[in-house]
């Protein structure tokens, strides 16, 4: 093993240059989406062709987190982010100078990915220098911070981008320049720590993983646009979970693995990344389908329909600072177990409004929901990393975040598929009620539900009628997400155990009272 402490000076300086650092990759989960039409437009794109731009980036990143992971803890983590920072905001720019023509959907396609690429290298190691600056007692306050603010970020990705583009859409890359070279200064005056533990790079891994997960994320993905009917959808998902179960058995035998799955065998970070990959599907998915039933719906504007996701982010940020606290006092089980309650109750409560069309009556359930997910997500993120040694904290959070980004994209298409059949039946009833014969009722509602992809026409122009049946699915969608919650929050109440984790030689965290070997990531 080696460590090479570089004389890191302020701590509170190296959280925000790794802050600064991830921004990019948190604003980008969303921002493009917003912009898409647009770029669409300008580039004549097909809509497949712009569909794989913004999927691109979520793929590679859910691809290619473990191997981030895994160069973060063998390479350097300040070695990482660096790398990683440079390779995000170069592709950003390079997607920002897209040229038009036959050329522009394959160049955007190929550099949305490089960001993937780049974001997946940068993440994990910015959260190994957060866990490795601060010790187990302040730790939860810190990354409550950090997963606060950074989440934040995703809020903002689609009202700037709302702004952004109404100079050029390709401002919606180049912003991330700027961010990046502060990143990089507050890097190079903070010194945070380039922990490291040499170690051969599994490749044989690292192909099953990035296969297996990119193959059924893609299946995800793809369900809302080809339909579950559709045989390559089902083939793509069992392909992919084939080959992670391939990757499991695989890595058990090999001498020094991509991830050492044996954590798994530790039932906290089991049972946290359990609770992570599913209050993931509906806290990404959130962010869509509250933009869409603000302009569908609501008949808002993008940037005022982009509220919504503000009022859920004011509870979310309080409460991720609360929940650091909690963690940090007396454990990650009340702060994790009351987050996934509130959050249900939260959105069980928002879906109950959602057909009354009044943002006012809609408010304080939109942030009871955001408080839940704040006061739990960090936490039980937070929770899982503190099970690995010192020099696997990188890993660990490579696992977590394939995870989180598992959950999202299985969360997409359940709740989408929700949305649209929901969608599509409630205009049937309502066009059969307004006197259409059924078979041009089910015709004409089937075209009108790609309304929620963006299709379909001028949403101005939508009949208040179908504006009531949009907001009648959506109301199915959050009762969904209450229920994905309550799910999470049953899963905490049962699966984690009391107590406040204690520091070891190791680094890693133990709860106290406990066997000092049943919380530790198994040393290679």
């Not at 940068?122 to 959260?127: K, N, R, S, V």
């Not at 190079?188 to 192909?207: C, F, Q, T, V, W």
Request: with cysteine.
């Amino acid at each position: 093993m080696s460590s090479s402490t570089g004389g890191g000076q302020s701590r509170s300086l190296i959280l925000t240059a790794m802050i600064f650092a991830v921004a990019m990759t948190f604003i980008d989960q969303t921002i493009v989406s917003i912009a898409a039409p647009t770029i669409q437009r300008d580039l004549g794109l097909s809509s497949s062709g712009m569909q794989w731009a913004i999927n691109a980036y979520l793929l590679t990143l859910a691809a290619l987190f473990a191997f981030g992971g895994r160069l973060a803890d063998t390479r350097g983590h300040r070695k990482m982010v660096v790398l990683g920072v440079i390779i995000f905001a170069g592709a950003s720019a390079l997607c920002g100078a897209t040229p038009g023509g036959a050329a522009a959907e394959a160049w955007l396609v190929a550099f949305r990915a490089l960001q993937g690429l780049g974001g997946a290298i940068m993440f994990p190691a910015a959260i190994a220098i957060v866990v490795v600056t601060f010790d187990l007692r302040s730790r939860g306050r810190a990354l409550a911070l950090f997963f606060g603010i950074a989440g934040a970020l995703t809020a903002i990705g689609p009202i700037a981008g709302g702004f952004l583009i109404q100079w050029t859409w390709r401002s919606i890359f180049w912003i991330n320049i700027p961010v990046a070279l502060i990143a990089l200064a507050l890097i190079a005056i903070s010194k945070p720590l380039n922990e490291a533990r040499p170690a051969p790079m599994d490749y044989r891994g690292l192909a099953l993983i990035a296969a297996g997960v990119g193959l059924s994320v893609f299946g995800f993905q793809q369900s809302a646009l080809w339909g579950w009917g559709n045989p390559a959808i089902w083939a793509s998902i069992a392909v992919g979970v084939v080959l992670l179960a391939v990757f499991y058995a695989v890595e058990r035998r090999t001498e020094s693995p991509l991830i050492n799955v044996r954590i798994f065998e530790n039932r906290t970070f089991l049972v946290e990344n359990v609770i992570l990959g599913i209050a993931m599907m509906a806290f990404i998915p959130v962010f869509f389908f509250a933009a869409i039933y603000g302009q569908i719906a609501l008949d808002e504007k993008a940037t005022t329909a982009s509220l919504l996701i503000l009022y859920f982010f004011l509870g979310f940020v309080v409460c991720a600072q609360i929940g650091g606290r909690m963690l940090d006092r007396i454990g990650a089980r009340r702060p994790v177990v009351l987050g996934c309650a509130l959050a249900a109750a939260g959105f069980g409560l928002w879906a109950g409004k959602a057909t009354s069309l009044h943002v006012g009556a809609q408010v304080i359930y939109i942030v009871m929901a955001g408080a839940g997910m704040g006061l739990m997500l960090g936490q039980a993120n937070t929770d899982a990393i503190n099970r690995a040694s010192r020099y696997s904290y990188g890993e660990a959070t490579g696992i977590t975040q394939t995870v989180r980004n598992y959950g999202a994209s299985l969360g997409f298409a359940i709740l989408g598929t929700i949305l649209i059949t929901g969608f599509r039946s409630a205009v049937t009833s309502s066009l059969t009620a307004k006197g259409l014969p059924g078979p041009a009722a089910t015709a004409q509602a089937a075209t009108i539900a790609q309304l929620q992809n963006g299709k379909g026409g001028n949403i101005a122009s939508i009949p208040q009628f179908i504006r009531a049946d949009f907001a009648a699915a959506t109301r199915d969608v959050l009762y969904g997400m209450a229920v994905i919650m309550a799910v999470a929050a049953l899963v905490a109440l049962r699966g984690l155990r009391r107590g406040v984790q204690q520091e070891t030689g190791e680094g890693a965290g133990q709860l106290a009272g406990e066997d000092p070997d049943a919380d530790l990531y198994p040393a290679r």
